[in-house]
């Protein structure tokens, strides 16, 4: 909220992308980790989650294979090989041991194994065989 003009009662709030200092008699940009829905306090963006300009309103959620953990961030950091994740959260998943990290395509998706599937053919086969 602003403060009221002189002759004026009332309040104004920020509009989004600002906010009011206490006591201000106006409204500031919000900075760069923070979002600002509009009224008096910057709001640090949550984990998972970033701003890279200041003056936002909102937080974005950080893409596919990317992360960050903590408050008031500013970037979001890359998953590591072999290591994938979802949008907007605050940490990476190990890819599952059936998926073969020489494939990992270096965005942090995990590839399945050509031998995986060899097995599964071969296994599958053998057990028809069998029977």
Partial sequence: MVAPLP??????SCPGGLF???GSLSCSECDVGFHCPGGVD???CPPGSYTADVGQEFCVPCEAARFVNGTGNTYCEACQKTMYSEEGVSSCKQCPFYWNPEMFDGYGQCLQSGIHW???FFYCSVSTLSS
Avoid: N, R, V, W
């Fill in 42 to 44: 910057q709001i640090p």
């Fill in 20 to 22: 009011s200092k206490k």
């Fill in 7 to 12: 002759g004026s009662d009332s309040c104004d």
């Fill in 118 to 120: 060899l097995f599964f």
